[in-house]
């Protein structure tokens, strides 16, 4: 079986956000076997999957980011949407636009400290879209798709 769908999260601040239940809430049960693939259709954010656990690790990933990719630098040429747009779609060249989560029992196989991130490098991003293909062996209640 096959399924892809569109998620729409809400508008988040600046900073990395564990999205994981919100992904999850807006899919179908999910296959005993198969693959989650999430994309987000923007080039000013990004997911990864890291910790989910201790909101520390978010904070310095936020300052990491902003010592990699800072605002306001002189030699900038993509400047007309604000000071935070280039090192946002820098930020996002980092970390990425799509995930591959494998699924096994009819669960996402993340690890007991893992979580999925809406990395949101923008100071007003808005809503954000996410399309999320679901590839697998039959149907969660046992059905062949």
Known sequence: MTLQKEIRLRPLPRGFHIVTREVLSQLPPLPPTGLLNLFV??????????EN?????????DGIFDRLAPEGRSDYRHT???PDDMPAHAKSALTGVSLTIPI???????GTWQ???LCEYRDNGGP?????????EGTADGQRA
Request: proline share 2%; aromatic share 2%; charged share 20%.
């Open 41 to 50: 259709k923007h080039t000013s954010c990004g997911l990864c999957v890291n």
């Open 53 to 61: 656990a201790d909101p520390d690790v978010r904070r310095d990933l």
């Open 80 to 82: 007309l949407e604000g």
């Open 104 to 110: 096994a029992g009819g669960r996402l196989c993340l």
């Open 115 to 117: 979580g999925i991130y």
């Open 128 to 136: 954000r879209t996410l399309v999320a293909t679901v590839m697998g």
